[in-house]
């Protein structure tokens, strides 16, 4: 879930540009893939993407779904699942079977809503469907009324709650904010509202508001470069993640990307190590800032690999809005965003940045 709350904040704050009047709204797809993998982490935890709904205090009569299957049916969202139900009487220490096993399918469907507040996203099901592997409706009311029970009471649980995100949304962001902007941060999280949501075709979409951020430019203070200590704990850190990435280059689903891919991502990369060491350590940047030359550089090569990943990874429409915009363009976007909490897309910006990270990692220790 601390990946979807994340998502939701930065998803949200690229693409509603430069927009800071007292409130702001976007909107956010958010594809059905996501959602299912939302739903397995919360229920689906059992062997095989399974959840078992329901059990006896031995196991001789229990209720599992599997496989959820998520798409749109005329507003609603319809999951669809794998249904393994028995139901048994414990007697003299065996389990006789008072109805046989069924196999079947469920269906669900379910309304998105949201509470008065605009806090929590929930589906309530509106309608409950279950049939064999023949096409023919459940018949056994004892199993369907067990079936609707336990459906009610389970997936109707299946929420994205905003109160109880706030706090890894602002953990998450707090590494690179100036301690001084920490209170703006925590006025914007906490006025993040859901506005409207509609399930549609392809994703579910989402309005989301927020308040706090204020159209102010300061001028920016130039930073000193890295001394060598500095220096040494920043490369400590770019290692891990270059680590971290030849990892995800191995998982699913980043392992689907071409050899090609990978090694234009790995070469980038090295690419931005070596540009970032250099604008944190040299004297004289002013007319060639290697962070921002690295950036036009790499745009060229960065937008095709992302607009792969934006069709397989889930949720992420707004890498596609990202890749249509020229690097020059890009920069100004981001800047926009950036400028009032005291950044900007250099050298000078990246000092700033990095020091910040960094404290907050020595400050975890």
């Known amino acids: 879930m601390a990946f979807l709350r994340t998502i939701l904040l930065i998803t949200g704050l690229l693409l509603c540009g430069n927009a800071f009047a007292a409130q702001t709204q976007f909107s956010v797809p958010m594809d059905y893939r996501l959602i299912r993998s939302v739903l397995i982490n919360q229920l689906y935890t059992g062997e095989g993407d399974t959840a078992r709904l329901w059990k006896d205090g031995k196991d001789c009569s229990f209720l599992d779904l599997s496989n959820p299957q998520i798409n749109a049916d005329n507003g609603q969202i319809k999951i669809e699942n794998q249904v ?6 414990q007697l003299g220490g065996k389990c006789m079977s008072v109805l046989a ?17 605009g806090s929590v996203l929930s589906f309530p099901i509106t309608q409950t469907l279950a049939f064999d592997h023949n096409g023919k409706q459940l018949a056994i009311k004892q199993l369907q009324d067990l079936i609707n029970k336990a459906v009610q009471s389970k997936l109707a649980d299946l929420k994205i709650d905003l109160n109880q995100s706030r706090g890894d949304i602002i953990k998450t962001l707090l ?13 914007t999280v906490d006025s993040l509202r859901f506005k409207q949501v509609k399930a549609g075709k392809q994703a579910l979409s989402l309005n989301i508001g ?7 430019h300061p001028a920016l203070q130039a930073a000193a470069a890295f001394n060598a200590d500095e220096l040494q704990q920043w ?32 070469e980038i990369l090295q690419e931005a190590g070596v540009a970032f060491d250099q604008g ?21 090569k960065l937008a095709p690999l992302l607009r792969n990943a934006s069709k ?30 005291g950044l900007e897309i250099s050298a000078n910006g990246l000092r700033k940045l990095a020091r910040a990270y960094l404290a907050h990692q020595a400050g975890l220790r």
């Open 175 to 187: 590494p690179f904010i100036d301690p001084a902007d920490t209170e703006t941060l925590q006025d």
């Open 312 to 341: 397989q990874l889930p949720g992420a429409e707004g890498l596609r809005y990202l890749t249509l915009i020229a690097a020059t363009d890009l920069m100004y976007e981001l800047e926009a965003i950036s400028k009032p909490l």
């Open 210 to 216: 927020f308040s706090g951020f204020k159209p102010k």
């Open 235 to 266: 490369q400590t850190h770019w290692r891990q993640l270059e680590q971290d990435l030849e990892n995800g280059l191995n998982r699913p689903p980043l392992d689907q990307q071409s050899e090609a891919d990978k090694a234009t991502l790995r």
């Open 101 to 117: 096993e069924w196999h079947g399918i469920l269906q669900t469907w379910q309304q998105p809503s949201l509470d008065a507040n």
């Open 84 to 89: 393994h139900a028995k139901i048994g009487l």
């Open 280 to 300: 944190l350590t040299a004297d004289d940047i002013a007319d060639h800032d290697p962070v921002r030359r690295f950036f036009n550089d790499s745009w060229d």
